[in-house]
């Protein structure tokens, strides 16, 4: 018997708690309401898109060491692997600024997009052949695959490249290939004759023992840059939160100057997916300071996009 009252007991409390909880109506509500705000913060934080290559790596050292200034603006980090899928986000506004090259970014200008390049970046790209392909020179890749993307800073030096041997340029098949990761793997996989990479995904078809036929570094260009939505940034709240990017990217660039590369090996990890070996071997790299890119780069870009 007093087993008996004691389930019943038990039965009338758990229904008295469950009376007690919300309705499915009333969770529908607080779940959209949440998705209202969590759309509503999204909206509000300064959103920058980042790829797997080391001229982003003062964003991430920044993010993860919190060198953005929390309190004063939410910064979030949105990855991408291809430059185009970046530059896209961006034109839809999905982000407000990316890391590019002013390749694309004059390219975007020129279709009407207001850009404001807030730094010039350290990005370079190596033109790289297939060592099984045993081209050593620069003149050899005619008839050859050539991968890069269009309309970018690597289409350009494709050009800049066949054009210095005299090349006929319908003898080399550029392929687009925009994904940085996966014209690395085809490289490795003996699908392309040569590529055009930056790091640190060249310093990983380097150790393989492919061939540098030209590295961009030596040629005096320099065309990395970020960049954000003129339009979106117009407003004084968002102006801030630009000061904060800033303020927390030179921070970062001290950081990894004074420390090196290895000091922030564990971000170089989480965001690059490279092994020990590649991370070991890469080279000292040195960030500059958020400034604007030379006028001659920008020429050096609007005179090519002016031929294309």
């Known amino acids: 018997m007093k087993a008996r009252y004691a389930i019943l007991v038990l039965f009338f409390a758990v229904a008295a708690f469950i009376g007690c909880g919300p309705s499915y109506d009333e969770m529908k509500r607080q779940t959209r309401a949440e ?80 850009l404001d390049y807030v730094a010039a970046t350290n990005t370079y790209w190596q033109l790289i052949s297939n060592r099984l392909a045993r081209i050593r020179r620069l003149k050899q890749l005619d008839d050859k695959m050539l991968a890069m993307t269009r309309f970018s800073a690597t289409a350009l030096l494709a050009d800049y490249a066949v054009d210095s041997v ?103 990890r989480k965001y690059y997916k490279i092994d020990d070996k590649t991370l070991d071997a890469l080279p000292k790299m040195k960030f500059g300071h958020a400034q604007a890119p030379r006028q001659k780069d920008i020429d050096t870009a609007d005179k090519w996009l002016k031929n294309n």
Do not use: W
């Not at 603006?73 to 590019?100: H, N, P, S």
């Not at 023992?209 to 030209?214: D, E, R, S």
């Open 166 to 268: 005299k090349i006929d340029p319908d003898m080399v098949f550029k392929i687009q290939i925009n994904d940085v990761a996966l014209r690395l793997q085809m490289l490795l996989n003996n699908e392309m004759d040569a590529v055009l990479l930056p790091e640190p995904q060249a310093t990983t078809a380097r150790l393989y023992k492919n061939p540098v036929l030209m590295n961009s570094r030596d040629k005096d260009m320099q065309l990395g840059v970020i960049a954000f939505n003129g339009k979106t940034m117009k407003d004084e709240r968002r102006q801030k939160q630009l000061k904060e990017f800033v303020k927390g990217y030179d921070a970062a660039c001290d950081s990894i100057n004074k420390h090196g590369l290895k000091h922030y090996a564990a971000v170089i």
């Open 35 to 114: 998705q209202e705000r969590l759309r509503k913060a999204d909206s509000m934080a300064l959103k920058v898109g980042v790829l797997p290559t080391l001229d982003c790596l003062p964003i991430y050292v920044a993010k993860e060491h919190d060198m953005f200034d929390t309190v004063k603006t939410d910064i979030r980090l949105v990855q991408y692997m291809a430059q185009i899928d970046c530059d896209e986000a961006l034109k839809r506004g999905r982000i407000e600024g990316c890391a590019t090259d002013i390749v694309r970014g004059q390219r975007m200008k020129a279709q009407g997009m207001t």
